[in-house]
């Protein structure tokens, strides 16, 4: 082609190129060339991504249409500003469902949403049915998948069924006996320190101080890592960025703004430097001792035996994926227990009656004469049954995980519903804790023999209670948040009394943040 004669427009920004005449004009045609070729792209995967998000939108909205819907629901709009301007989002949801039945339907815009608020249906989804129904990672777990990632919370399939067969034996018995001396040392750290309070009118921020207690107890668990290490290191990388994760649920667009972003993504990087520093300490101490673990093996050793017994090869992407299950550790195994913490200590301080239980048990296992610190067995922490069943009902009342997500990967049949694949499922677990008796009453005589936990049909019990879900994907660290909260909520009662700074604000929950803890924190008077 003659391109001597071609005149580039002037508006085009070609000064840059060193060149002139005919070369010019060929280079800036490629350039242009490219620059069509990448809108084109853009374009095609804008189309393909809106008519495959159209086709599923269409196939939910038609194949759901036999489920009740939620009252309110407006056109295009859907339930999205009822839900919006609701103080607490899954209260309304479970206002919606106590008026349309155990499987309620909702939409967001174009995303509809189905509510189960019955045993039988979360038996279905978390047990009979589970393959079908994969983690919500384009919604629910979005804004935490920098610390998530391919974790084991998040992972599907396949690979979630690797990861846990990896991660699992890292917990299993002998590893929850280590938990109950870290658990117990850490406390009696705290005991001493809430000592210059104990009768002053100075409060203690109980929140504050299970958030901290807990993520020294998962640190040094997990990594060995001293509490004032974890002390030094978490609240300055790892809480920053989960309050920046918690702002992005509600305002998704705090994305977008760079200076923040950038610092987030700096505090990412920083975490996940910090992390993989300490797998390759720990890789090369095990190379420098003939590849055998250390005579006390956390739980990176434990994972690390595990990896080399699978007979994988270890590669840069093993790296990433350990680093992405020790966030995962730290990020489910210390806020939740916190929580469960928060509202077993306020129930106790207002309730003298199964305050004096908890003493009772505490006195049996750690002795009733000073010093009263006898460190405890693991048939110690098993004989606090009353204790074991104060965390439960906390657990019950104030659902901290209240809503579990769900995406359904092929066609089901639930709660007589034939449903699409596609749908969006809301497992609400508050609400069906919230079906026993009187269930704003806090009685943890329910869990006792006898109580009323068991008389529910023994088939479809364990679906009552759900604060760990149920089934294959059960949560990994359950017996491990039950011994840890024992002995600790068993430790401060026995040396302390709890009065909260005002009764009635500390016990207001939180109405946007999961896992709920309490809004205005949990100041606490000791004596
Ligand atoms: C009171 C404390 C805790 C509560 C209420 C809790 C709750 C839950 C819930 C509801 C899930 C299921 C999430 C879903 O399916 O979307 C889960 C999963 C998980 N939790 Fe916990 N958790 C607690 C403590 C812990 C601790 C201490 C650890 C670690 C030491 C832990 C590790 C995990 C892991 C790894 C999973 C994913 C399991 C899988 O998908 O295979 N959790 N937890």
Request: glycine share 6%; proline share 7%; aromatic share 8%.
């Amino acid at each position: 082609m003659d391109l001597q004669h071609l005149r580039l427009p002037e508006w085009l920004p070609l000064d840059w190129l060193p060149l002139e005449g005919e070369a010019k004009a060929q280079a800036a045609l490629v350039l242009l060339a490219l620059a069509l070729a990448a809108a084109c792209l853009l374009l095609g995967r804008a189309l393909s991504g809106f008519t495959a998000g159209t086709a599923r939108w269409l196939r939910v909205a038609v194949g759901t249409r036999s489920v009740p819907e939620a009252p309110g629901g407006l056109p295009l709009l859907g339930h999205a500003l009822s839900l919006a301007t609701a103080y607490c989002p899954w209260e309304k949801m479970l206002e919606w469902a106590r008026q349309k039945g155990p499987l309620t339907r909702f939409s967001i815009l174009y995303r509809t949403g189905l509510i189960v608020n019955d045993p039988a249906g979360a038996k279905r989804v978390f047990q009979t049915g589970q393959r079908l129904y994969d983690k919500d990672l384009d919604f629910s777990y979005k804004p935490f998948l920098s610390i998530l990632g391919t974790g084991l919370v998040t992972a599907n399939g396949a690979h979630w069924q690797k990861q846990r067969l990896l991660m699992a034996p890292a917990l299993r018995i002998d590893m929850l006996d280590a938990i109950i001396p870290i658990a117990k040392v850490a406390v009696e750290r705290l005991c001493k320190q809430m000592e210059s309070y104990r009768g002053t009118n100075q409060p203690v921020d109980m929140e504050e101080e299970f958030r901290l207690l807990t993520l020294q107890i998962i640190g040094e668990a997990i990594l060995s890592l001293p509490p004032d290490e974890c002390d030094r290191v978490f609240p300055h990388l790892y809480l920053p960025v989960m309050e920046e994760n918690n702002r992005r649920v509600l305002a998704p667009w705090r994305q977008l703004y760079p200076v923040t972003a950038w610092q987030y993504n700096r505090k990412v990087k920083q975490l996940n430097d910090y992390i993989i520093g300490i797998i390759r300490a720990r890789r090369a101490a095990r190379a420098a001792n003939g590849g055998k673990p250390p005579a006390k093996p956390d739980i990176l050793d434990r994972v690390l035996t595990a990896a080399e017994e699978s007979g994988d090869k270890w590669t840069a992407a093993s790296e990433v994926q350990l680093c992405y299950e020790v966030k995962t550790f730290l990020l489910a195994g210390h806020e939740t227990s916190s929580a469960m913490l928060c509202w077993s200590m306020y129930e106790l301080s207002r309730n003298a009656g199964a305050l004096g239980k908890v003493r009772a048990e505490a006195e049996a296992v750690y002795g009733t004469s000073a010093p009263r610190d006898a460190m405890p067995d693991r048939d110690g922490v098993d004989s606090m049954e009353y204790t074991h069943s104060v965390l439960k009902e906390a657990l019950r009342k104030y659902s901290v995980v209240p809503v579990v997500t769900r995406n359904l990967n092929s066609d089901d049949e639930l709660l007589g519903h034939r449903i699409p694949k596609g749908s969006w499922l809301i497992i609400h677990v508050q609400g069906i804790h919230h079906q026993y008796k009187e269930p704003m009453a806090f009685r943890p005589e329910r869990f006792m023999p006898g109580g009323e936990y068991e008389q529910f049909p023994e088939d479809i019990r364990p679906y009552y209670f759900l604060p760990f879900i149920q089934g294959p994907r059960n949560c990994l660290g359950q017996y491990f948040a039950l011994l840890e909260a024992r002995v600790i909520l068993s430790t401060l009662c026995q040396r302390f009394t709890f009065r909260p700074v005002d009764a009635e604000k500390q016990g207001e929950t939180h109405p946007s943040v999961i896992p709920i803890a309490p809004k205005h924190g949990m100041r606490m008077y000791v004596s």
